[in-house]
């Protein structure tokens, strides 16, 4: 990997007798999306705060484009962008205005922070409000609103914590499409969530934190992959033709599950494949459909946490 923008190495975090973060090492590389997985109280916002300087961890260190969020907070604060933190919007001033003086407040000239506030009203699809207070915007229109002010200052990186909870599905979709487009420009973000499908959808790589330990890391393939078992589910036309394909399949080694017109069979290895539809071949059985089941990231959440002391 070349340097990576974000760097945590083993970093831990206590709070009285709350350990929120454990030992916690990740890498992001530049222009890729982490997604940071885990239950309420995992440590996720926690990990967000140290990385955006609000929070010195109790040991463990943490880079920001090679700048130390302790020692050079300066420098890490002009490169991230913290939805709704640092850029506190004013509810009583127009989505306009509050990205006008957040950009005037960075040193923009009075046309150049109307230019960037455009652009953004515009990505954000908020040029229709743009005229209208914060406080009248909806869920939706506030959370664009908020991502779209931590942008004003082109950061490289940006934290999005938990950025889709509580809206609803057409918003989420939005989000994810605004976040789809930052990243083909280059931004990285680093995400928190307890969605596993928005963690599948967006992120090239996820972190599954449970207690303030890292339980697993990796691509959501091979997150799924660690869950090991897929499973085959062959469909007949005729209810009679299922039944007896579970004798042979059974003889090959297989343990199937048989249910009216459909066989489910779990299998570990993609070699086996070829295994059960010689088994079903040979039975004389007639297949109207067959198909492999992937893991979801569901099954892997779930058989983490239960490998995970903590996490009841
Ligand atoms: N300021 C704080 N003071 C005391 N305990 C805290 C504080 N912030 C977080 N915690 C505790 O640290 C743990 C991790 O919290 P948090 O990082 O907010 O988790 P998450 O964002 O994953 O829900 C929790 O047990 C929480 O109660
Ligand atoms: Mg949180």
């Known amino acids: ?66 700048y130390d969020v302790v020692r050079q907070s300066h420098e890490v604060c002009t490169r991230i962008g913290l939805t709704g933190q640092f850029a506190a919007v004013d509810e009583q001033l127009s989505g306009r205005d509050n990205l006008v003086l957040i950009a005037r407040l960075l040193g923009a000239s009075r046309r150049e922070a109307r230019q960037r506030a455009d652009e953004l009203l515009e990505l954000f699809d908020l040029t229709e409000a743009a005229r209208r207070p914060a ?14 002010a931590s942008l004003v200052g082109h950061p490289d990186v940006i934290f999005l914590d938990e950025p889709t909870t509580g809206l609803d599905p057409v918003s989420r979709l939005n989000l994810w499409r605004i976040v789809e487009e930052l ?28 207690s303030g330990r890292v339980v697993a890391a990796g691509t959501a393939d091979e997150l799924k992959a660690q869950v090991g078992q897929r499973s085959v589910t062959a469909t007949f036309a005729d209810p009679a033709d299922a039944a007896r394909a579970v004798d042979p399949l059974r003889a090959a080694g297989f343990a199937p599950s048989h249910d009216d017109r459909r066989v489910t069979i779990p299998v570990t290895a993609t070699r086996e494949l070829a295994a059960v539809v010689r088994a079903l071949d040979e039975a004389g059985v ?8 992937e893991p979801t990231l569901d099954d892997v959440y779930l058989a983490l946490a239960h490998h995970s002391p903590a996490a009841a």
């Open 1 to 66: 990997m070349t340097d990576p923008i974000i760097e945590v190495s083993h970093v831990s975090r206590r709070f009285g007798d709350v350990l929120a973060l454990d030992d916690v090492s990740l890498r992001v590389p530049q222009g890729s999306v982490l997604g940071l997985l885990g239950h309420n109280g995992a440590g996720k916002t926690t990990l967000i705060n140290v990385l955006s300087t609000l929070l010195p961890p109790t040991s463990g260190t943490a880079r920001i484009a090679g």
């Open 135 to 148: 406080r009248s915007y909806s869920g939706g229109m506030r959370r664009r609103l908020d991502l779209s």
């Open 183 to 210: 990243v083909a420009d280059g931004t990285t973000v680093l995400l928190t969530t307890q969605y596993l499908d928005e963690a599948d959808r967006l992120a090239d790589s996820i972190t599954v934190l449970s």
């Open 286 to 293: 007639e297949v109207a459909d067959l198909g492999i089941g």
